[in-house]
């Protein structure tokens, strides 16, 4: 991660000077740079840019919901709108496929494979019985499918939040000092990098309080329950947007101003466990039960 960072930075130094950089797709290249140096040792790099677009396109399209989706359609009618999240889809598996190929080929052939999610997941074997996973239960879908979860989780919501830092960051001289101080003088051992850089780490939080990678999360009722004396049916939606409980009057002091100390060391545990959540929380009963329990 911290190769791939230097060599983003290397790039925007060699630009000419005063030229305008955008810093969102900045996120997005490096964050793609670091998943595919991470998930397949670079393997992706030569169609990286057709790749992160498709993939771009294919997180946009996911959980949209369409007016028949509502009205409890067939999954058989056409959805407008749709066709450009299938192709990306399409798109993709077919990329992954022809890695996943490539990686057996090369382990057919006795060639020592990295040390990446995707040997991992070739490698994989049940902890009790030692068995194969890969050739007893793990399907080529089931490798593909993982590989595509690691890259939706950790792409474009990392992008989106370093973004949103460095813009705050941009906006406040005071803590953006702090943060480049901590930066240079931090030890070149990264594991001790989240001790050494509370700033960084405070500011980091406090942007993904004002904009959460995942502004809106849903659930649905498996089973019937009770919500402070609301009666939930089974198959009932609970839709929670953390965009608008990081901002709540009621939770938080000056909800709209970009305040890291709030994450520092010291003030980080008073927040509570559900006023919190960039990136979703466990259980959505137990949250939805802390929403609507609030006082008005």
Known sequence: MHEQAQARVSEWLARPANSPLCVDQEMTGVTYDILSATMFSGALEGGAQDTERELTILLNSIGRIHPFDVMNAPDWLPRIGHG???????????????????????????????????????????????QDLTRQDLTRQEITSNLFTFIA?????????LTWTLYLLSQSPEWEERCIAEAVSASDDPGQWLSEMPAIRAAFEEAMRLFPPAPQLSRMASDFDTICGVNIAPGTYIYIAP??????RQ?????????????????RDRIDRFAYLPLAAGRAFALARFLHCRKP
């Not at 990686?103 to 074997?125: F, H």
């Not at 989780?153 to 939040?161: F, I, L």
């Not at 002091?253 to 970009?258: I, N, R, S, V, W």
Request: glycine share 6%; no cysteine.
């Open 251 to 267: 939770l938080w002091e000056h909800p709209d101003a970009f305040l890291p100390e709030r994450f520092m060391p010291g003030n």
């Open 153 to 161: 989780a950790g792409h474009e919501t990392t992008a989106r939040a």
């Open 84 to 130: 450009r999240g299938y192709r990306a889809r399409r798109y993709f598996e077919a990329e992954m496929e022809k890695l996943l190929n490539k990686r057996q080929a090369e382990e057919a052939r006795g060639v020592p494979l990295p040390d990446d999610l995707l040997s991992a997941l070739l490698k994989a074997s049940d902890p009790e019985t030692g």
């Open 243 to 248: 965009w608008v409980l990081h901002r709540h």
